[in-house]
């Protein structure tokens, strides 16, 4: 494939973090096949009108059918509210293109895995956006639990907090309306869970615990009851038999993008935050006692791909450039080239375990993710 054509759904956060990484994946990393921004899709022809000229996208439309049925169309971003996914992914992938589609799948068991069906009958590639995997210190912490640098992994904890819904005056939003899920567990566990699968491999057996800190939020002129769970406590079993923790919280006051990762073995441990993720911490229990302590590893040109970003180390990547080596990872697997994307497959045993976690909650429990299975 010499070019190949984009249409992105979607403006809002992740509808910009895709444009950019759609932008720059070129001229990062010399990426073939060359992208062409072609059609940007919105709720509004104003929104969509003025977004694609923001973002350089050609056209601009406010019919996600029309764009995905658009036969000069060969990849779309879907990066609408969650509700949306599955109709949209389906359409797209039905449509013969290939799919990048933000997390979570859907907000229900049933059509997620009506989306993994229609990836697999079209041939095509879907990949969902599971960004903090492909961090490259992440390639690291999991090269060094490969290589045995912290022995036998026993335990791991993983925690997402962040405080953007901490006030209880924050608007009403589609975030916590039930129809798009289960609130902090799909929202935000899927990345401790993308975490947690990419490093020490699949989940067996959850139980679960659910909180919701306010009642309702403002709405118009009233308030509007929170339907979803703002708060998730989740123990894990993993099929390798180790057992940990991830939590998950919405209303978290001064944190703004934790996702706090500790894994613990036998001669060390790993720990990383995603608020300083250029940064990695590792403990080994060697040498003397009177000089032990965490090591910090710096990101640089050592961890591929940082220095396709910037040739120094130390100066640090960003998000959004976590989405363009997300970006590059879904061109690799297009062209059939190794790649770190996180595929409908991945995203399906992920959701299993979103859905085993709020079984668990309901029943008191604790459940087999396999027991979730179709
Ligand atoms: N990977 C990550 O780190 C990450 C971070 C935040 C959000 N997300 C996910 O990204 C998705 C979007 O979240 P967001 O924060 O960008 O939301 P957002 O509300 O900022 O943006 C949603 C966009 O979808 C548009 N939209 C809604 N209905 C539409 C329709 N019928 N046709 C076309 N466009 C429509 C909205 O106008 C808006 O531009 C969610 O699934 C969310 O879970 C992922």
């Known amino acids: 494939m010499a070019t190949i054509n984009v249409g992105l759904i979607g403006t809002g956060y992740m509808g910009k973090a895709h444009a950019l990484a759609w932008r720059n994946v070129g001229a990062v990393f010399g990426a073939r096949p060359d992208v062409r921004m ?4 919105d709720a509004t022809p104003e929104l969509a009108a003025a977004k ?3 973002f350089g996208f050609t056209r601009a439309t406010a019919d996600w059918r029309a764009m995905v049925a658009d036969p000069e169309i060969d990849a779309v971003s879907v990066t609408t ?22 997390k979570p799948m859907a907000p229900t068991l049933a059509e997620s895995e009506a989306m993994a069906a229609a990836a697999r009958a079209s041939g095509r590639v879907a990949i969902l956006g599971y960004n903090y995997v492909q961090n490259p210190l992440i390639a690291q912490a999991r090269a060094l639990i490969e290589a045995g640098a912290i022995g036998d992994v026993n335990h791991f904890r993983v925690e997402m907090d962040e405080d953007y819904l901490a006030d209880p005056d924050a608007p009403h939003s589609w ?9 902090a567990l799909d929202d935000f566990c899927v990345h401790p869970l993308s975490l947690v699968a990419h490093l020490l491999g699949p989940t067996k057996e959850v139980f679960g615990e659910m909180a919701k800190p306010y009642a309702d939020r403002p709405a118009g002129a009233g308030r509007r009851a929170v339907e979803t769970h703002d708060i998730v406590t989740a123990l894990l079993r993993l099929e390798s038999g180790v057992c940990g923790t991830i939590m998950a919280d919405r209303c978290a006051w001064g944190r703004k993008g ?6 613990y073995g036998s001669k060390g441990m790993i720990a990383f935050d995603q608020e300083r993720f250029n940064e990695l911490q590792l403990y080994v229990a060697d040498g003397p006692e009177e000089t032990r302590g965490f090591r910090t590893i710096l990101s640089g040109p050592a961890h591929p791909p940082y220095g396709r970003f910037i040739a120094a180390p130390g100066h640090q990547i960003g998000f959004n450039d976590l989405k363009t080596i997300e970006c590059r990872a879904f061109l690799d697997r297009i062209e059939g ?3 770190t994307a996180v595929d409908f497959e991945a995203g399906l045993a992920i959701e299993r375990t979103i859905h085993a976690i709020a079984r668990a909650f309901d029943d008191g429990r604790w459940t087999a993710v396999a027991s979730l299975s179709s």
Do not use: D
């Open 81 to 102: 509210p969650n509700a949306l996914h599955a109709e949209m992914a389906i359409a797209a992938l039905k449509a013969g293109k290939h799919l990048w589609c933000e």
């Open 175 to 183: 975030r916590s309306e039930r129809k798009s899920g289960y609130g």
């Open 52 to 54: 694609a000229a923001e």
């Open 38 to 41: 072609h059609t940007l899709c």
């Open 337 to 339: 080239r190794a790649s």
């Open 258 to 263: 934790r996702i706090f990762v500790q894994v």
